[in-house]
């Protein structure tokens, strides 16, 4: 009993240990890239700002937008009181070179210095302290009452976390092994998701922060951390679930624990992943690198210990030992076509084994965690071509099994020519074989089917080819009788397509096979369903305008229009005759702009009987109005002005 159970924790912890099957890509960088730049092109906050920043200065790159996000916090900051945004200003200050300084927040950082301030406060301020380069004192009071608050019963995961970063940021002292010792209780109380992935209370920021804080302050206290490489392989599975993110904050907190997993000097998570196609069309290139895909420190050896597909179990290589690429020491080859495998899906389980430690090295390398006897296991898929032969149909009698003499033989991807004739006491017969173009061996699809469509109505329906027991051939078979229902009793003529598809099949295909013309017994003719008549176009409506009456002679309405202008001409002509008086008319700017006014309303009416509708004349109305209001208020006030000024004058005469 105590050897199964020594066994069976073996076990687990090779499970647990395995290299982590997933790293950042350079498609991955880029991405990270794209959203800081796009979050700085266009500043709304100081935190989103510091994010992006901080994540190109992890990135060791510069953006466009730097100056003008660096005027973003500068304007932000001023009489900043709160110390998180402090904080984040004084990291986008590190990281974009913005020089905006932290004496003016002198007052408030020392204030955070004090050891009775609360965690978060104190990592705000020393954070913003020591990013400005600004000295913080009291270090060993601040680490022990950080200590003692993080190791209280009820103290939370972010204030632990708060107080491993603070003293990893500040200089080694006393207090130190205190806030040390609680890396390994803040592992034992984050939460395992699946047996896979181990994550802190807070999710992905907490995480990142506690793996950077512990490794930092790992280094300086000289040892490594007490972290289980079980509970690191976890660790590092749950960043790198998250890369995918499309937030930066989450980017930023990706890529801070993934360079800190790759580049510290104590523990380096081993990632095996696929750098070629899952598909395979040549060598498979396999990388192993660290999590952030840099070559890793002093490999002896990485087997592929077996090859084997999981549908049948059947190996086809083991202890297979790789080469790594003279341009890239970090990929390797394994040339799995050579041994000719069959189309589908393959397991690859990879050990990777480390080089012994150098005798009387000056410092001792970073322990690889996930080596041999682990494994890693990564899956590709072999592809091929599938051809359909000895394809065969037949109508028969529905108890009869003898199809000798009435089969019709079918050549993919030709169609039968002449329809098959079948009433419902009888059966369809097809039979065919599937085999890989490549070998010539029996091929077993994932799916085939065989469809029925009526020509008519368009409905189809699918049937199950199956595979014969002890044969190498699949059959269909359809007994008009016992399907009448399914097919809805339709009589007429059939087209038989043959559907083969699979996932490792380059060249799934329908193929017509042929047709088949089917009479029923309570034959029904089709009608479309009721449904389909309110989806059906309704009848085009032609609006009828009422015919315009006769209009007159042309003659006839000339004469009108001149009879109706008699009475204007005869009214000029009566002025004349009494000699009107028009003296008092000027031709200043009123005068002409009053009169024209009149007349081109009188002209805007005559275009909209002609050819204008109601809006536009409307429009063209309230600007000729307008400038008429106007001109004929002058006009009017210039001759009031005149009456009075003839009146004051008669009087003096007088």
Not at 232 to 237: G, P, R, S
Request: net charge positive; proline share 4%; aromatic share 8%.
């Amino acid at each position: 009993m105590l050897r199964v159970l020594l066994l069976s924790c073996l076990v687990a912890t090779t499970l647990a240990q395995s290299p982590v099957t997933d790293s950042i890509t350079a498609a991955d960088l880029a991405r990270f890239k794209a959203l800081a730049e796009k979050a700085l092109s266009a500043p709304q906050d100081l935190q989103t700002t510091y994010y992006a920043s901080a994540t190109l200065a992890l990135l060791d790159a510069t953006s466009a937008s730097a100056m003008s996000a660096c005027q973003f916090a500068k304007t932000k900051s001023a009489g900043l009181e709160d110390l998180q945004n402090i904080y984040y200003t004084s990291g986008i200050d590190k990281a974009l070179k913005c020089q905006i300084g932290g004496t003016a927040f002198s007052a408030k950082l020392k204030g955070a210095e004090k050891a009775e301030a609360a965690i978060a406060d104190v990592f705000h301020g020393v954070g913003a302290s020591v990013n400005w380069g600004q000295t913080v004192s009291g270090v060993d009071a601040i680490v022990k009452s950080m200590a003692t608050q993080a190791a209280a019963a009820e103290a939370p995961m972010l204030s632990q976390v708060y107080s491993v970063q603070v003293a990893a940021l500040l200089a080694k002292g006393a207090a130190h092994q205190d806030v040390f010792s609680l890396i390994e209780d803040i592992v034992g109380q984050a939460d395992e998701v699946n047996e896979k992935y181990l994550q802190l209370e807070g999710g992905l920021g907490v995480t990142s922060l506690f793996i950077d804080g512990a490794f930092n302050l790992a280094a300086k206290m000289g040892k490594a951390p007490t972290i289980a490489p079980n509970k690191l392989q976890q660790l590092t599975a749950y960043v790198l679930s998250r890369k995918d993110s499309q937030n930066v904050k989450n980017a930023y907190f990706v890529l801070l624990a993934a360079k800190t997993l790759s580049s510290n000097k104590y523990l380096l998570p081993v990632s095996v992943t696929l750098a070629s196609p899952k598909t395979v069309t040549g060598k498979v290139q396999i990388k192993v690198s660290t999590i952030m895909g840099s070559a890793l420190p002093a490999l002896s050896a990485v087997t592929v210990d077996q090859v084997s597909r999981p549908a049948t179990g059947v190996v086809i290589m083991s202890k297979e030992a790789l080469k790594a690429l003279p341009s890239d020491k970090s990929v390797y080859e394994l040339d799995i076509l050579k041994v000719k495998p069959e189309a589908g899906f393959y397991s690859l389980q990879v050990s990777v084994a480390a080089a012994p430690a150098k005798v009387g090295a000056a410092a001792p390398e970073a322990k690889l965690v996930g080596l041999a006897p682990a494994q890693a296991k990564l899956e590709v898929k072999v592809t091929s071509e599938v051809k359909v032969t000895n394809m065969n149909l037949a109508v028969l009698d529905a108890e009869s099994s003898s199809t000798a003499g009435r089969q019709h033989p079918v050549q993919h991807p030709a169609s039968l020519k002449n329809p098959l004739q079948a009433d419902y006491s009888q059966k369809v017969l097809a039979s065919f074989e599937i085999k890989d173009k490549a070998s010539g061996k029996d091929f077993e699809p994932h799916q085939v089917f065989m469809r029925l469509l009526h020509k008519e109505s368009q409905q189809d329906v699918f049937f199950v080819c199956e595979k014969q027991a002890n044969k190498n051939s699949y059959e269909f078979e359809l007994n008009l009788r016992n399907n009448e229902k399914v097919l809805k009793s339709l009589s007429g003529e059939y087209e038989m397509h043959l559907i083969v598809g699979d996932a490792v099949i380059t060249n799934s295909f329908m193929w017509n096979v042929g047709s088949v013309a089917i009479s029923f017994y309570d034959s029904r003719p089709y009608s479309p369903p009721k449904f389909l008549e309110e989806y059906k176009p309704k009848p085009e409506i032609f609006h009828t305008f009422r015919k315009p009456e006769k209009r007159p002679a042309v003659a006839l309405s000339q004469a009108f229009t001149v009879i109706t202008l008699l009475p204007l001409l005869g009214l000029f002509i009566f002025w004349a005759k009494l000699g009107a008086n028009v003296s008092n008319m000027t031709l200043d700017l009123p005068t002409i702009g009053f009169h024209g006014g009149l007349a081109a309303i009188f002209a805007l009416y005559f275009c909209y009987w002609t050819q204008l509708n109601m809006f536009q004349t409307l429009k063209y109305l309230a600007v000729i109005g307008g400038l008429t209001f106007l001109a004929g208020h002058q006009l009017l006030k210039r001759l009031a002005t005149n009456r009075i000024q003839g009146k004051s004058g008669s009087k003096k005469d007088d």
